[in-house]
């Protein structure tokens, strides 16, 4: 069925369909001209309206076909039988050996139905046409009308021929799928991958720039009163931290992504945009949520009440700047563990494919530069060279498997049968044994996936040289007759050369071979046939000849169509499994936020909360906290655990808490939960001290204690459900002392 064939297979076949369908009208149409113009025939006018009436219908049977081409193909034959039996008035009467425009009209069909019928229908047709022929040639009752038998075997050999090319050539399409298949699930792979990672990052980059800023807010006192604008803001964050939130998509206005995302700050915003810039909207996201974080880090560190925004649009490229005029800072003591610059504002940019630069210094503001290019390509080279690649490769063996078979399976009885004719039989064998080492050439360098490379030039050079030396060894009378094999079989060796070149280099090269030919012909006198004979003769065999070299001008297009074809299913299968595997993880994700972080969001957008009431601002600092932690879990770093404390000492400090941290032993390595369970409690004392906290990581050979002393209330320190995990609380005169300790097991 058509639905389970590859990109390349299905084009092939269509394309194939298409140029046989084609090559038999120019074909029907050279030979029937010929025999209207140059053969004396019994009824000429009947002639005319045949070949007319016939051409005109194979025209329209191949403009047809494609769509409705099942129910065609029993009319198509009985039209061509019914031109079989019209020889009696279409065909010179005595025509030696057959060769007439007829034979030419059925070789080209059964070489085209080889491209548009099965097996077993292409065998039938072939059959029911080839009785038709001998009963044509019956009725018209020529003397010797038997000799067309040879011309038959010759049809049959082109059937079979054609046949082995359609099987050998589907082959190498299909091989040539399922290479394009492998490569196209190693990306695909590789493309899930990396969209987990890069949806992570940019769920964390959400979840910073939305729950984890809003509550962190909250927490340090920056917004102290219930407000219409953080509710709304709330509304916001607890929809993009859901697990069933939609990836952007379509485009929309920068300017205005933009002036939402400032909206709710509590800064003034000096704008130098244009009225509206439309761009794909996940680089509005992006651009947007790094905009938003330049702001909020203003608004935090910088000192000032206002900043300005730029856009401009220069070289197919977006610059967006925010600079303010305040304290300003030295980007490279920024620690690893600073989420807002390194993170949320760099690695944002860089997923999707722009850039960003902090540039700043004490006491002279700071500048957030954000870049995004948009003439990135989608790249198929590989894939059409892939399929080039498999389908050219079976297509030079199909023909040098065709050409050993007419070498050997035809030409060789034909030399045997006639060899009492030839002043010089040596000549003859020797000329077979040439073209048969060249085509053996030609398949060695196949198999070792070689290119002829100069190789190709002797070669060439010799199918010239001993076809007119065999040609010249043939008496005169005989030539381009059956004791001819050469004639147009050398052909054969001489295409397999050029299959590398055009449609146009591999005409010229077959015509100056037939030229050559006929030239020595010519110049020794009579021939075996006529000059129409001739003529049929060679349209016959060089019309296949050509046939398959048109096979290999289709293999370019059809390798760039079938890569694109391919390039758009894997994107689409790619798109669904990235999108299922994307929404199961969010859905786990916001499994961790949704009985803490959601409940407080929920709260501040409805409004029931206060955020000036003391327990609620630790309870947002607490989980802002816990989120800052969340932000910082890496799996390339070599302490995670430390890592992580590490980022939640560096919250407190920005919160004014002076805090002493300090590692002692060789601790194991802790799992993801067991980290989580394990520094809850010092996260939320670190994130509720008034003033001071030490943190101290101890680790044995399979155990590790994190304790924390702060000046913390004691009822926001969470327990544990986890019996591999103790902990224990000490209050001492506002110090809280806080033991937690994991046991490997």
């Not at 359609?166 to 298949?181: F, H, S």
């Not at 197919?316 to 303010?324: F, G």
């Not at 540039?359 to 002279?364: A, D, F, L, M, V």
């Not at 590398?500 to 591999?506: A, E, S, Y």
């Amino acid at each position: 069925m058509s639905g389970d064939l590859g990109s390349t297979e299905r084009e092939l076949l269509r394309a194939g369909a298409r140029y046989s369908l084609n090559l038999r009208c120019a074909i029907s149409a050279v030979a029937g001209l010929v025999s209207i113009t140059v053969d004396t025939t019994p009824e000429p006018l009947v002639t005319v309206f045949v070949v007319f009436g016939f051409v005109a219908w194979t025209v329209y049977y191949a403009h047809r076909f494609p769509n409705r081409g099942r129910w065609l193909v029993p009319v198509d034959v009985a039209v061509v039988c019914a031109v079989c039996l019209t020889q009696v008035w279409t065909v010179p009467a005595g025509s030696m050996l057959g060769i007439t425009w007829v034979i030419a009209v059925i070789g080209i069909t059964v070489i085209a139905y080889a491209w548009l019928l099965s097996l077993v229908a292409h065998a039938a047709a072939t059959l029911t046409v080839m009785t038709a022929f001998l009963a044509g040639a019956a009725i018209a009752d020529s003397p010797g009308w038997l000799d067309v038998l040879p011309l038959q075997l010759w049809t049959v050999i082109e059937a079979g021929l054609s046949r082995a090319l359609y099987v050998l050539v589907r082959k190498g399409a299909r091989d040539a799928d399922q290479a394009v298949a492998r490569s196209e699930q190693a990306r695909r792979d590789a493309a899930v991958a990396e969209a987990r990672r890069a949806d992570e990052r940019e769920y964390l980059a959400a979840l910073h720039d939305t729950a984890s800023a809003t509550l962190l807010m909250v927490g340090s006192g920056v917004a102290d009163r219930p407000d219409a604008n953080l509710s709304a803001q709330a509304a916001r964050d607890l929809a993009a931290i859901s697990g069933d939130h939609a990836s952007p998509a379509g485009e929309v206005d920068l300017v205005a992504h933009l002036r939402d995302a400032a909206r709710h700050l509590p800064l003034t915003v000096r704008w130098d945009v244009p009225t509206f810039l439309t761009v794909p909207a996940a680089d509005a996201v992006a651009l947007a949520g790094g905009v938003r974080e330049a702001l909020t880090n203003v608004v935090r560190h910088a000192g000032v009440d206002a900043a300005t925004v730029s856009v401009r649009l220069a070289d197919d490229t977006i610059h967006v700047e925010v600079a303010d005029e305040g304290t300003g800072f030295d980007p490279a003591r920024v620690h690893g563990h600073r989420y807002g610059v390194t993170r949320s504002i760099l690695e944002r940019l860089t997923r999707v494919g722009g850039s960003a630069a902090v540039i700043s210094s004490p006491g002279n503001g700071t500048s957030v530069r954000l870049t995004r290019p948009f003439s990135v390509a989608t790249d198929t080279v590989g894939d059409v060279e892939t399929i080039k690649s498999g389908v050219g490769t079976a297509l030079r063996w199909s023909v040098v498997v065709m050409n050993l078979i007419i070498l050997f399976g035809l030409d060789v009885p034909r030399l045997v049968a006639n060899k009492q004719h030839y002043p010089s039989v040596a000549t003859q064998v020797l000329t077979l044994v040439v073209l048969t080492a060249v085509t053996l050439v030609v398949a060695w360098h196949l198999w070792r996936k070689r290119p002829l490379g100069l190789w190709r030039w002797p070669l060439v050079a010799v199918v010239f040289a001993v076809s007119a030396l065999c040609t010249a060894s043939i008496p005169p009378e005989l030539r381009l007759g059956m004791a001819h094999w050469s004639e147009g079989d050398a052909a054969w060796t001489l295409l397999l050369l050029f299959l590398d070149f055009r449609v146009g280099v591999i005409a010229v090269a077959l015509a100056a071979h037939y030229a050559m030919t006929f030239t020595q012909t010519a110049l020794g006198g009579d021939a075996a046939i006529t000059f129409a004979e001739a003529v049929i003769a060679t349209v016959v065999v060089f019309s296949y000849q050509l046939a398959v070299g048109v096979v290999t001008v289709v293999l370019r297009p059809v390798a760039v169509t079938a890569a694109a074809l391919t390039y758009r299913e894997e994107r689409l299968r790619t798109e669904r499994a990235v999108a299922e595997q994307v929404h199961r993880d969010r859905t786990e994700r916001y499994a961790a936020l949704a009985d803490s972080t959601a409940p407080l969001l929920a709260a501040l957008a409805s409004g029931e909360a206060d955020p000036g009431e003391p327990v609620f601002r630790r309870a947002c600092a607490v989980e802002a906290a816990r989120v800052r932690r969340l932000l910082a879990e890496d799996s390339s770093v070599p302490d995670q655990l430390s890592h992580e404390l590490r980022a939640c000492v560096e919250l407190a400090e920005r919160n004014g808490v002076t805090v002493q941290f300090a590692e002692r032993g060789e601790r194991p390595q802790v799992p993801k939960a067991v980290r989580r369970a394990l520094t809850d409690p010092a996260v939320a004392a670190l994130a509720t001290a008034a003033s001071t906290a030490r943190v101290t990581v101890i680790g044995a050979a399979d155990e590790v204690t994190v304790s924390v002393v702060a000046d913390a209330p004691a009822e926001l320190v969470p327990t544990t459900a986890d019996p591999a995990i103790k902990v224990s609380t000490t209050d001492n005169g506002g110090k809280l002392w806080i033991k937690t300790t994991w046991r490997r097991t």
